[in-house]
């Protein structure tokens, strides 16, 4: 698909998308305190479905220190006084991505939200068309050093893509050098994390979160029983990720699947993402349109 085009069907659903979002909001609103947080997440998957989108990942619940991609697969009870919570969700409709993540709070480390939600809406205002990408950044960076804090310099914001979450351009958190601007009519993720810690995120393993990224290498799987999972993950989730907990077969034969097809480079393996000094992390993310 040519960018225009896909722009231009992006814009088509792009309304309603917004509206979707900001029902499913709500609904975490109302549900969020002392959540079971696996119970949370497939409540808010159901609620996506029930309002005419599709969970675009698994609902991420990421807690303190994980900064993202965490999904819960255990029984865990949230306490707003002790838990940092980010519940970062996606939903698209054909292929067509919106993506969105708040945090939720109420303990002794107030100036960590309020700075990221400050910095979040300040730098939310540079995306617009001429304005180079590495503007959002600057302010983020400007504002957390205000609050004594650091936003992750390994993470931002994205494009979206058809049936891709993470696309192209890549804006930073911080500043960075780069004479790419902001073009008409692109969707974007724009997404802050700020942290009273060191100011960057490791790999952290078990990944609970995959995708599909080379279903052409699917005969590399010799057991029929193992590539036949991962067949029905592609039609079903296509390249966009997901969860163990969204197939349907034997606990067992899901691992092995998965396990194989990591191992075969036929899917990807998102890492849980921690604060590297274990500290505090605070997310924001919306999309919008460039205008
Ligand atoms: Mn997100
Ligand atoms: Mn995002």
Do not use: C
């Amino acid at each position: 698909m040519k960018l225009e085009e896909y722009f231009e069907e992006y814009k088509k659903r792009f309304d309603k998308l917004k509206k979707i979002s900001e029902e499913v909001w709500n609904y975490i609103d109302k549900n969020i305190e002392n959540a079971n947080i696996l119970e949370l997440a497939k409540n808010i998957e159901e609620k996506i479905k029930e309002l005419g989108a599709k969970p675009a990942f698994p609902v991420n619940i990421s807690i303190n220190e994980i900064a993202a991609h965490y999904t819960p697969e255990e029984n865990f009870y949230i306490d707003l006084e002790k838990h940092m919570v980010k519940i970062d969700f996606g939903i698209h409709i054909d292929g067509y991505i919106f993506d969105t993540a708040k945090t939720y709070y109420k303990g002794i480390h107030q100036e960590i939200i309020e700075a990221t939600k400050k910095a979040f809406e300040e730098s939310l205002k540079e995306i617009k068309s001429g304005n180079k990408i590495n503007i959002p950044g600057k302010i983020v960076e400007e504002i957390a050093s205000e609050y004594k804090l650091k936003p992750i310099r390994n993470l931002g914001g994205h494009g979206l893509g058809y049936f891709k979450i993470h696309d192209k351009p890549s804006i930073l958190n911080t500043f960075f050098k780069t004479e790419e601007e902001f073009i008409s009519g692109m969707p974007i993720a724009w997404e802050v994390f700020i942290t009273n810690g060191n100011g960057y995120v490791k790999d952290s393993y078990p990944a609970l979160i995959f995708e599909i990224k080379n279903i052409d290498k699917i005969n590399l799987i010799r057991v029929a029983e193992l590539r036949k999972i991962i067949e029905h993950a592609y039609k079903e989730f296509k390249t966009l990720p997901f969860a163990k907990r969204w197939l349907n077969f034997e606990k067992n034969l899901v691992e092995l699947a998965i396990n194989e097809g990591v191992k075969k480079d036929i899917i990807y393996e998102y890492s849980v993402l921690k604060e590297s000094k274990n500290s505090f992390v605070a997310q924001f993310e919306t999309t919008i349109i460039v205008e």
